[in-house]
């Protein structure tokens, strides 16, 4: 197993669906600010715009949920993990119910237990890692046997503050968060050939 890992936990939009978020496009929209993440921007507003926020917010999540893809390779990883006897799970700064929902889309819904599923409504959302803590507490699993795979900074800095490894899957090859991860990847492909290089050196 990679590092060691016993414990997997990824991101869901972007990292195990086609990238499609248009998040800057999202906040130009709503006249949020461009420097801080959707829902921190919400906070800088007056209490009184928020709840409408949030609403617009939700709507724009699931509309996405409809054109969602699985990434390549991603449901042949899982796979691979679950017959390793690895836990996997989802930790998302979208809500639970979307997240369920999308997984049944793109047709890895059963990778999961639902309850291995967590969105911004059960724990701090990422960057905290309390998302993290939560899953490996269920798991008993130690943090140094987990890995965070995410493709943007706030998974990998999640994954650190736990004290998992991170791995970064980089879209566009920028490498710009590349110093948040222990491993930086182009494609889920790419963990799949390293399992199958480890096992086969077993
Ligand atoms: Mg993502």
């Known amino acids: 197993m990679y590092l060691g890992c016993h414990a997997w936990i990824f991101d869901l939009d972007g990292t195990l669906t086609v990238p499609m978020h248009d998040f800057a496009g999202l906040k130009a ?32 999540e699931v509309e996405h949920v409809e054109n969602a893809r699985p990434a390549p390779h991603a449901g042949s990883l899982l796979g691979w993990l679950r017959g390793a006897g690895c836990e996997v799970g989802i930790l998302t700064r979208n809500t639970r119910a979307t997240a369920l929902e999308t997984l049944e889309r793109i047709g890895l819904r059963q990778a999961f237990a639902a309850d291995d599923v967590l969105g911004r409504e059960c724990a701090s ?10 899953l490996l507490g269920r798991w008993g699993t130690p943090p140094e046997r987990a890995v965070v795979v995410g493709d943007y900074v706030h998974d990998l800095e999640a994954g650190r503050a736990a004290g998992a490894r991170t791995i970064w899957l980089d879209h566009d090859g920028s490498g710009r968060f590349a110093g948040h991860a222990d491993r930086v990847i182009r494609g889920l492909g790419e963990l799949l050939d390293h399992q199958a290089n480890a096992s086969s050196q077993v």
């Open 29 to 60: 929209q709503l006249g949020l600010p461009l420097d801080r993440d959707v829902l921190a921007g919400i906070e800088t507003r007056p209490e009184a715009e928020r709840d409408g926020l949030r609403v617009a917010v939700r709507a724009w």
């Open 125 to 134: 959302p990422k960057p905290s890692p309390a998302g993290v803590l939560a």
